[in-house]
C-alpha cells in the first residue's frame, strides 16, 4: 500500500537521457574564492554524472556546512544543504528508505572529522551504499581559518596562534579503523585522476570514501603543494593500481618493496631491484591498505615515503539497507495481518 | 463459598515484591481478567531505577498498581485499598501507598532475618504492632506454594518462581473473578515449550483460589460489577504501545510508509521496540548512533518521502534541538517523541514529569515554530500521535508529540477503532513534470501554506533546499532582510494557521463559565477529570477543559477561559502552560504544581478545589 | 587652504567596495584618527557572507560603516551622509543606505565595463541621471593612485592595493583630520618587513589628501569637534574583544584561571581567537571536536577549579542543551556566551539578531534554571561578561551570556577601567579536611544557596556527583520524590535569588511613570536611547529602562513597568522578552519587531514612538 | 596569581597513605544485577589503587551514563557520573586544567562507540594522559537490552526482534584508526590479568584504553564465555606480552607465525614448528598490533583466530595537555602585560 504512494510520482524506470556534464549544472552562481579548489572538484563531479548512466532527478547530494558544504546548491540534481556534520546521517535515513537512488555525500574536513566524526565512522561500520567525497583543506575555510582535525602540528591558525599542538588525524586510517569497505585519496590538481575515482567510488556497493585533497587559496595555501606541483608530484606522489607494483618518483625509477611487515623504498632497474620484487598493490588486502594510508605517519621509522593516490582498499560486505529491506520484505512477504487486526491485538473484551 | 461476596464500585490493588518476584506478570493477569470481566480500569506500574538491585532490599522493590470499578475510572489511584508485599522491603518501600485501615497480605517468608536486614527493619513489622492502622493478612507464600508443588518434580527455585500465581489464585478469590483467562494464558505462555512449569504454576493458581476459600483467614469477599462504559470490544493498552499502533496506522491510513529513526531512552525505548515488530506494515526502524543522527535520519528519510518520526525523552530531545530547526527550515514533514521523564539533566529517568513543554515550544535557536500536541492517557496516545502524523503531512510541518512515562507505562481498556473509521489522512506528493514545463517551485504554498513534497525519483523537480534562509516560492538562499522577515513571520503563520484544521476547545466537565476552571494538558487529565467529577457531585461549582492542542492553541481557548473568575493550571512541573497562557491572554491564571516524578492524586486535586472553593 | 570648515555636529560614512579593496582598513583607520580627535563614534563592519565571492559582484562587496560626532553616538547610524563605493557593485549594494541628498564618492575605475556587468548593471548609473538625489562626486581612483605611485617601482598589482590610502586620504581632507595616526600605523605594519609598500601608502595617502586640497571637485568640507563625553583615556573596541577582555579581568580578579572550550562559529569564533592570544594570563582554550565536547570540557575545567567559559552562537548553544542541564544539577559555575545570529537553523549566519531569548531561559529538558544577562553595546560586553564570571563564581551556578554579531563585530570607544577599579568577585574553593572532621557536604549551602567549591587534589573533600536528582546536602543521589520537589524549586529559588545581589532596575532616560515607556534589552540599546533621547528633546513623553539582566529580573522591574501607560519591547525577533514580561507581570506590553538581520535604525524608532504617542 | 588561589587548598605534596583496597570503597551501596561482570572490575579497581601511590584526592573518575558508568558511586575517590557519551570530553577539560591528576574514564559500549564515538576519536588523537575503561558487555545494559555498537550481526534484542544487521566495531581497530597510543584488552573474569592491565594502563602517559569484557548476566550472559570459560579459555584466548612468542592452547601448543602480512596458527612441537619461528609480540609495531586487534573479524580468511588480551600497542607521543600547558608556561613566564596593560591595547586617546 504504502508503495502505492510512491509509484504515483516515481518515474524510476524512465529512459536515461543523453546528458552531457553542464546537464548537471544548476542555474545558481558557485560563490567559493576565485582559485579554490573546490571549482575543479565540482567541475569534475559534473563530468563524471553523465557517465552514471542514472536519470538525473535519482540523484542526490546531502552536505553538511562548510565551504565544501555549499556544493549541492551548484548540481542540478536533488540537494539537500544540511547542518554541520550530519550529512552522512541524513543520506543514510535517504537512502534507508529509498535504496533505490544514487546519494552523495559531501563533507569537508571539519564536517566530517570534527562535529561529524561519529556519523562518519558509523557510516563506514554500516556500509550504506552512499558516496562520500570529503574535501580534505586541512582547515576550517568556511569560518575563516581555525585549525581542523587534518591540521599538521604547528600549525598557525586563528585558534592556535603559538602552533597548533593537535595530533591530527588521518582520515583514510580513521576510516579502516571504522571498517570502511572503500577507501580512496584524489587530490583537486589531477583532474583525470579525480575523475577515475569518483566514478570507481560510485561502482563500489558500500560506503565509499574519497579524501580529496583540496587547495584553500586563503587560508591554506600550497599545503598539498608537493603532490600537485608538476616538479615535485613524481617523488611525493604515489599513484596505486590493483594489481599493479607501486612505483613512483621521476621516470618511475623508484619502487616500495616489503620486508616484512616494512615498507621500503628502493631504486629500480640498473644495481636497484626489479618490478618483480615489488609491492603489489591488494586493494583487498586490510593489512596492506592500513600501511599504505599510514605511510607518511611514520616518524618513528624516520623514512619519508610517498603519499598514496588511488584506491587503498576496496571490499565487498552486506550493506545495512540491504539488510533491513530485506528483513521489511520478507515481513511484508509473509504478512497476515491487517491494520484492523493489529489494533485489535491479542485479547479483547465486549462491553455490551 | 462460605462467604458472600459484597457489592464495591472500585477497588485499588497494589503488588509489590522483588524485582524476582513476577509482580509486573501478576499485575498485569489481574489486569487482563478485570478488563474480561468488563470493568474500567487504569494500571501503572513502578520499576525501580535499578535493572536488578541486590534481591530483598529497598532499591529491588517492583511494583504494580490496578485501579478497577464499575465506574468510569481515569487514573491508577491514589492509594491502593490492597497491598501485597511479598517482602518486607516491599512493605517498607509501598506502605505509603495504602489508604488508612487498608488490607496488606503479607508473605510471612519474606519477613524471615535476612529480609528484614536488607530491608533495614530492625524488628518484623508484621509483629511490632506498627501496622495497627491496617488490616494484616499474612501467610507462608513460599511454604504454601512449595507444599501445592511438593509431587511436581520441579526444582526448588521453579517452584519458587510459581509463588506468584498462589497470590493471584487468593486475589482472584477475594475479588470473585474467574481462573480461566489466566489459565488460558498460562497454557499459551508456557504450554509447548514447558508443559511442567505450566501445569504446575495452573495448579498453584488453583491452590491459592482454594486457600482464600478455604481458609477462614478472610472476613469478606468482594464483588466489582461490570462497569457502564460505552459498548464495544475493547483491549488494554499502555501509551507506548498506543503510540506505535496510532504511527502504524497514521502511516497505512496515508499511504505514506514509516520510518522511526531513535536512539533507546528510558522511558521512550518501548516505542522503539514495538516499532522494531511491525515490519509487515513497511515500517523501517533506525536505531541510530546517537539522538542527533536519529532525527537526521528522520530527515533524510522525509526528504525521500518516508512519514518520519523519531523518539526520545527530555535529554534526548535537548540534543535534537538543533536539527529539528533545520526541519523548520525545510518544512518536511516530521514527528518528535517525547516521552517525559523527570529532569532536568539525567534526572529521576524513571519517573514522570510535564516539564519539557518549554523545551517543545522554545527550545531551539532562532524564531523556530512548531506544532506541539500532547496526550492524556494512554490510549489517547493513539489518537494524538495519529493527530501529530496527520498535522505533519497535511501541513508540510514539524510537529512535538508530548507523552510521559506514566502514560507510556501505565495502561487502560481501550475502544480500539476499526481502519475504516479512522480521520482519512490526505498527504500527496508533487507529480513530475516535463522538460519544458515551468521552473519548479519548492517553496510554492497552498491555502495551509503548505509547500509541496517533491521527491527524488520524481523527473523534473530536482531542487535544492538547506538551513540557509531562503526565498519565499523559489526555495533559493536569499540574505535579503525583508525576505526574512517575510518568511520568519510566515513560518510562524504556517503553525498558527494549524489552528483553523483543529477542533475547537471544549470542556470536558461543568459549566462553560463560572468561578473556577480546571485547565489541563498531558497526563493530569486523569486525576483532575475525577476531582472535578467528584467535587461537581458534592455540590462544587468546578468545571474542566483539557488541552490537546498547545502549540497553536485552539482558536476559542480565550473565550472559554475568560468565561471563569479563575484558572488553575495543574501541571507536573514548576509552571509551563501557566506561562503560555498568562503571556497570551493576559489572565491571572494560576499554577498548581506537583514535582515527585508522580501524577496528581484526586485528592491532593479535591483539596485544591475545596480551597479554592470554601474560602 | 581655499575651503573654511563648516562645523558639524555629526557625520556617518559608509566604505563600500570589493572584499579586495581594502574597505574594512580604511574604515578602522579612519575610526582610529577620528577616535583620536575626541569624537563619540561607533561603527559597523558588513561582511559578505561569502569568504571571497568573485570579485566585483554584488556578493563580494565589503562595506564599514562609521559614525561619529560631537554628541554622544549610540549607534553606528541609520543612513549615510557619504557612500564611497569603490566599484559599481558597492554602489548598488549600499546605495540604500546612504541619504537622500547624501555624497557619493565613486571611483570611476571601479565603473567601467567589466564591472558594469559583474554588478548586473546595464547602464552606468554614474551618468544616467539615476542618482540625480544625490550628490556624486566621481574621480578614477585608480589612475590617479598609478600616477602617484608610478616612480615607486612596485608591481601593477601592489600599486593597485594602495588605491584606499587615497581615498582616505581625501576622507581626511574632507573631515579636516590629521594623517599623522595612520602614518604612524602603516610605518608600524609594514615599516621593518617592506618599506617600499610603506612608503608607497604614504604617499598615497598624503596625495589623496592634496588632490582634496588642491581640486576644486569638493565645495563644502567639514569639521566635527570634540564630544563632550565623559573625561578619561579611551580606546577603541569591538565586543567580541570586549567580551575576552572581561573575561580574562575576571579571571585575573578573582584569582581563577580561565578556560575558554568552544567550536569556531561565526560570530563568536573571535573570542576563541582572541583568547587564545592571550595565554600570559593563564587562559587555556580548547578548540573542541563539537559544541557539545566544548561545553563539556568547560564541565570539567570547572569541577577541576577554573572559571570555564563556552561560547558559540544559536546552533551551536542548542546542542549544548543537555550539558547546561548537567551543569545546572552539579551546580558548578559555568558561563555560556551566545552570540547571536539569525535563525532559525543556519539562518542568516553573518546578520544579527536577538532571537535565542527564548532558547537561553528555556531551551532544556526539565526545570533548567539559569541566569541569563545581555550586553548593550559593544564596550557593555566588557561588564557584562565580567558580571555573568562574577554571577557564575559566587552563586555556583551556570549563566548564559547574550551577545550578537551587531555587538561582536562593532567598535565603539571605552573608557576602559583600571583593575584596581573592577568590583571584586569572591570565589573560594573549599579548604581541604582532616580524615577525622565531619563528612564532607557538597550540598550544603550557603545564604546566597550556593554550594562549596571542592576541586580535586584537595585532602578530604572527595565527593561524586551527577545528573540524577541528588539529595540537598549529601549529594547523593535520591529518587525520593519530596527531595526531588524541594530540589527544583530549590534550584529555580537560587537562581531568583541572584536578584538580591544586583542593582535595581533604572530608568536609561526620561521620568520613572508616563505614558509610555520603551524597555529594551541586548543591542537593540543604542538605536533606542537616541530615539527616547530626540523624541524627548522633541517634546514627546517618552521612556526608556534597558534590562542587563533577563533572569532573574531586578527586583523592582514591576514597580518601574506599572508606572506607565503603555510599556513597548523592541526586539530583533518575533517578540520574546515581551512574553516573559506578560507572563510574569500581566500587562499588557506589546511588542515591537524587526526581523532583518540588522538592528533597528533610529527613525523606525522615533516613527514608532509618534505613532503611539500621536494618536 | 591564578595559581595562588590554588594552592590556598590543594595539598598535592601530602604524604601518601598506606591504602588498602577497601580505602576506596565509597559508603553508597553498590547496585548492580547480582552476578554482572561489574562487580569484578570494581574489585580489581579498588585493589589497584593502592599500588598507584597517589593520594585518594588526587584521583577522579568521570564516567558517562550506563550500568557500567554508576562506578564512579562506588570509588572513594573524586567523581562523576556525567551525561551519555561526554566522559571523555569532560575528562579532557580537567586534565588540561589541572595535569597534576590523575584521571579515569568509565564508559560502556553503547556510551563509548554509540553516542560518545566522537569523542572517543577524538581523545584518542589528542592523546591526554588518561585512563579509559572500557566495560564492553555488547549490549545497551541499563536501557534494558538494546543492541550496542559492538553487539554481533544477528542478535536478537529488543530493538532487533529480527536479528541485528549492523555490523559491529572492533573497538580496539576503532582506537589504532584514530592514533591510540595504548589499546589492550582484558576480561572481568580473569581479575588477576586485569589487575596487570589496569597498573600498565596507568603507567602508560598518555590516553590508554583498556576494553574489558564484562558480563551482563541479563541481557546478554554468556557472551565471552569462550574466553571466560575455564575449558575453552585456552584455546580462544591469547595472552600477548611485548617480547614473547604468540602462543596459546592447551599446554601452549599452539602458536601464530606470520606469513608475509599473514597470520597463521601452527602447533608447536613435534613436527610442528619451534618457539623461534613465531611471532614475537611488539607492543610499539603499529600494524602487529592491527592485525592482531583484527584477529576475530577476518571471514574472508576462514581462520578461526583465538582472540589477543593483554598490551596490543603502546607506544609514546606527546599528550596534548603537555602541548597546551608548555605554551601557556612560556607565555606566562615571557608575561610582559599588566591587565591594565592589556585593558589599554595598543592606542588610546584622552578626553579631557
Ligand atoms: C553547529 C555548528 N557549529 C559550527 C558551525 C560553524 N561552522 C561552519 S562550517 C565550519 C567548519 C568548516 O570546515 P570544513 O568542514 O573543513 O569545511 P571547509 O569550509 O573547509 O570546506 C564550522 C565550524 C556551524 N555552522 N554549525
Ligand atoms: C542523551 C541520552 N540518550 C540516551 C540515554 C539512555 N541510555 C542510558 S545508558 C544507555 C546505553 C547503555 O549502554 P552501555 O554504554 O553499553 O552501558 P551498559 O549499561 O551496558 O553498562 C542509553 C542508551 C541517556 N541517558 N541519555
Ligand atoms: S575559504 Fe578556502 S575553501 Fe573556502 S571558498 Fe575560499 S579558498 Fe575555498
Ligand atoms: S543489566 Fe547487565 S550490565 Fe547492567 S547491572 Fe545488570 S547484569 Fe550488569
Ligand atoms: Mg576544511
Ligand atoms: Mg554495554
Redesign the interface.
Same mark, same amino acid.
Given at each position: 500500500m504504502a508503495q502505492a504512494r510512491f509509484n504515483e510520482v516515481l518515474t524510476l524506470d524512465r529512459e536515461v537521457p543523453e546528458y552531457k556534464s553542464k546537464d548537471f549544472a544548476s542555474d545558481q552562481d558557485v560563490r567559493w574564492c576565485p582559485g579554490c579548489g573546490d571549482y575543479t572538484i565540482l567541475k569534475q563531479v559534473q563530468n563524471a554524472m553523465p557517465e552514471l548512466g542514472i536519470p538525473r532527478e535519482q540523484i542526490a547530494f546531502i552536505s553538511g556546512i562548510g565551504c565544501s558544504s555549499r556544493f549541492p546548491y551548484y548540481m542540478d540534481t536533488f540537494g539537500m544543504h544540511s547542518i554541520h556534520g550530519r550529512a552522512p546521517a541524513i543520506a543514510s535515513g535517504l537512502k534507508v528508505t529509498r535504496p533505490e537512488l544514487n546519494v552523495w555525500v559531501i563533507t569537508g574536513d571539519g564536517d566530517s572529522l570534527s562535529i561529524g566524526g561519529n556519523h562518519f565512522i558509523h557510516v563506514m561500520r554500516r556500509n550504506l551504499d552512499l558516496n562520500i567525497l570529503l574535501f580534505n583543506n586541512e582547515i576550517y575555510g568556511l569560518t575563516k581559518g581555525q585549525y581542523s582535525p587534518t591540521t599538521k602540528e604547528g600549525f598557525v591558525s586563528k585558534s592556535t596562534p603559538m602552533g597548533s599542538v593537535d595530533h591530527p588525524f588521518n582520515p583514510l586510517a580513521v576510516a579502516l579503523g571504522a571498517d570502511a569497505t572503500f577507501v580512496s585519496r584524489a587530490m583537486d590538481r589531477d583532474p583525470k585522476h579525480l575523475n577515475s575515482i569518483i566514478l570507481r567510488a560510485n561502482q563500489h556497493k558500500g560506503t565509499s570514501l574519497v579524501e580529496i585533497y583540496q587547495n584553500c587559496v586563503v587560508f591554506n595555501d600550497g599545503v598539498f603543494e608537493a603532490y600537485t606541483d608538476k616538479a615535485t608530484r613524481p617523488r611525493e606522489a604515489l599513484y596505486v593500481e590493483h594489481g599493479k607494483p607501486l612505483v613512483f618518483g621521476e621516470n618511475d625509477s623508484k619502487g616500495i618493496r616489503l620486508n616484512g611487515l616494512k615498507p621500503e623504498i628502493v631504486d629500480l632497474g640498473e644495481g636497484g631491484v626489479s618490478l618483480d620484487d615489488l609491492w603489489i598493490h591488494d586493494e583487498k588486502d586490510l593489512t596492506k591498505a592500513t600501511i599504505l594510508a599510514r605511510f607518511f605517519d611514520r616518524p618513528s621509522e624516520h623514512v619519508h615515503f610517498p603519499r598514496a593516490f588511488g584506491v587503498l582498499y576496496c571490499v565487498d560486505r552486506p550493506c545495512y539497507e540491504d539488510g533491513v529491506n530485506a528483513q521489511v520484505a520478507h515481513a511484508v512477504s509473509k504478512k497476515s495481518k491487517t491494520l484492523d487486526d493489529l489494533l485489535t491485538g491479542d485479547e479483547t473484551w465486549v462491553i455490551k | 463459598m462460605r462467604l458472600q461476596s459484597q457489592p464495591m464500585s472500585e477497588v485499588t490493588i497494589r503488588f509489590a515484591g522483588d524485582s524476582g518476584d513476577g509482580m509486573q506478570l501478576t499485575g498485569s493477569q489481574f489486569t487482563?481478567t478485570t478488563?474480561?470481566?468488563?470493568n474500567d480500569l487504569s494500571t501503572f506500574p513502578d520499576f525501580p531505577?535499578?535493572?536488578?538491585?541486590?534481591?530483598g532490599?529497598v532499591?529491588g522493590v517492583s511494583a504494580f498498581q490496578i485501579h478497577f470499578g464499575s465506574n468510569p475510572i481515569f487514573t491508577p489511584g491514589d492509594e491502593a485499598d490492597v497491598l501485597v508485599a511479598m517482602n518486607a522491603a516491599a512493605l517498607k518501600a509501598n506502605l505509603t501507598n495504602l489508604k488508612n485501615g487498608g488490607l496488606i497480605i503479607a508473605n510471612t517468608a519474606g519477613f524471615d532475618k535476612k529480609n528484614l536486614s536488607l530491608a533495614k527493619y530492625d524488628v518484623n513489622p508484621l509483629e511490632d504492632n506498627s501496622l495497627a492502622g491496617h488490616q494484616v493478612i499474612k501467610f507462608d507464600v513460599s511454604k504454601l506454594t512449595s507444599e501445592s508443588l511438593k509431587e511436581s518434580g520441579l526444582t526448588p527455585k521453579d517452584i519458587d518462581r510459581a509463588k506468584n500465581m498462589f497470590v493471584l489464585g487468593v486475589l482472584y478469590w477475594l475479588y470473585s473473578r474467574p481462573l480461566e483467562p489466566s489459565v488460558q494464558f498460562i497454557e499459551k505462555k508456557f504450554g509447548k515449550k514447558a508443559p511442567e512449569i505450566a501445569a504446575a504454576n495452573i495448579k498453584v493458581l488453583n491452590d491459592g483460589y482454594t486457600f482464600g476459600e478455604a481458609t477462614e483467614i478472610f472476613t469478606s469477599r468482594f464483588e466489582v460489577k461490570?462497569?457502564s462504559?460505552?459498548?464495544?470490544?475493547?483491549?488494554?493498552?499502555t501509551g507506548n504501545e498506543a503510540t506505535v499502533?496510532g504511527l502504524?496506522?497514521a502511516?497505512?491510513k496515508?499511504?505514506?510508509?514509516?520510518?522511526y529513526?531513535s536512539?533507546?531512552?528510558?522511558p521512550a525505548?518501548d516505542i522503539?521496540?514495538g516499532l522494531?515488530?511491525?515490519?509487515?506494515?513497511?515500517?523501517?526502524?533506525?536505531?541510530?548512533?546517537?539522538?542527533?543522527?536519529a532525527i537526521?535520519?528522520?530527515?533524510?528519510?522525509?526528504?525521500?518521502?518516508?512519514l518520519?518520526v523519531t523518539g526520545s525523552?527530555?535529554?534526548g530531545?535537548?540534543?535534537k534541538?538543533?536539527?529539528i530547526?533545520?526541519a523548520?527550515?525545510?518544512e518536511l514533514p516530521l514527528v518528535v517523541v517525547n516521552v517525559?521523564r523527570?529532569?532536568?539533566?539525567?534526572?529521576?529517568?524513571?519517573?514522570t514529569?510535564q516539564?519539557?513543554l518549554?523545551?517543545a515550544?522554545?527550545?531551539? &535557536?532562532?524564531?523556530?515554530p512548531m506544532v506541539v500536541v500532547a496526550a492524556k492517557s494512554p490510549a489517547d496516545c493513539f489518537d494524538t500521535a495519529y493527530e501529530a502524523c496527520r498535522i505533519a503531512l497535511e501541513h508540510m510541518i514539524p510537529v512535538m508529540f508530548l507523552s510521559d512515562g506514566y502514560l507510556g507505562n501505565g495502561s487502560e481498556p481501550w475502544l480500539?477503532?476499526?481502519?475504516a473509521d479512522l480521520q482519512s489522512i490526505t498527504?500527496?506528493?508533487?507529480?513530475?513534470r516535463e522538460e519544458d514545463a515551468e521552473p519548479f517551485k519548492p517553496y510554492r504554498r497552498d491555502a495551509k501554506l503548505a509547500r509541496p513534497w517533491a521527491?527524488?525519483?520524481?523527473?523534473?523537480?530536482?531542487?535544492?533546499?538547506?538551513?540557509?534562509?531562503k526565498q519565499n516560492e523559489t526555495g533559493?538562499?536569499s540574505?535579503d532582510?525583508?525576505n526574512?522577515?517575510f518568511m520568519?513571520?510566515l513560518?510562524?503563520e504556517k503553525r498558527d494557521r494549524v489552528a483553523d484544521y483543529i477542533p475547537m476547545q471544549d470542556i470536558d466537565n461543568g459549566k462553560d463559565h463560572g468561578k473556577l476552571l480546571f485547565l489541563t494538558w498531558g497526563s493530569t487529565y486523569g486525576s483532575v477529570k475525577t476531582a472535578v467529577h467528584e467535587a461537581r457531585l458534592e455540590g462544587y461549582d468546578v468545571s474542566h477543559a483539557h488541552l490537546r492542542y498547545l502549540s497553536p492553541f485552539p482558536k476559542n481557548l480565550e473565550y472559554i477561559l475568560k468565561g471563569f473568575d479563575k484558572v488553575v493550571i495543574p501541571e507536573l &512541573? &514548576?509552571g509551563q502552560l501557566v506561562?503560555?497562557i498568562?503571556?497570551?491572554f493576559?489572565?491571572?491564571a494560576e499554577g498548581f504544581n506537583?514535582?515527585?516524578?508522580?501524577p496528581f492524586t484526586v485528592s491532593e486535586v479535591k483539596q485544591k478545589i475545596y480551597e479554592l472553593l470554601n474560602k
Open positions: - | 487482563n478488563a474480561l470481566m468488563g531505577a535499578e535493572i536488578r538491585a541486590p534481591a532490599t532499591a461490570q462497569a462504559i460505552e459498548a464495544g470490544t475493547y483491549r488494554n493498552i499502533l502504524v496506522a502511516a497505512e496515508s499511504g505514506i510508509p514509516l520510518f529513526g536512539y533507546p531512552i528510558t525505548s522503539l521496540h522494531a515488530k511491525h515490519k509487515q506494515f513497511n515500517v523501517r526502524t533506525f536505531q541510530a548512533e546517537d539522538e542527533i543522527a537526521a535520519t528522520t530527515i533524510g528519510a522525509a526528504f525521500g518521502g518516508s518520519a525523552s527530555g535529554p530531545i535537548a540534543l534541538g538543533e536539527a530547526g533545520l523548520i527550515m525545510l517525559q523527570g529532569g532536568p539533566s539525567t534526572g529521576l529517568p524513571t519517573k514529569e516539564s519539557d518549554m523545551q515550544v522554545y527550545g531551539r &535557536n532562532g524564531e523556530a480500539f477503532p476499526k481502519e498527504a500527496k506528493y508533487e507529480p513530475s521527491i527524488p525519483g520524481t523527473k523534473g523537480l530536482e531542487h535544492r533546499i538547506g538551513g540557509i534562509e533559493n538562499i540574505y532582510p525583508a526574512h522577515e520568519v513571520k513560518r510562524a &512541573n &514548576n506561562k503560555m498568562r503571556d497570551q493576559l489572565i491571572p506537583k514535582i515527585k516524578g508522580m
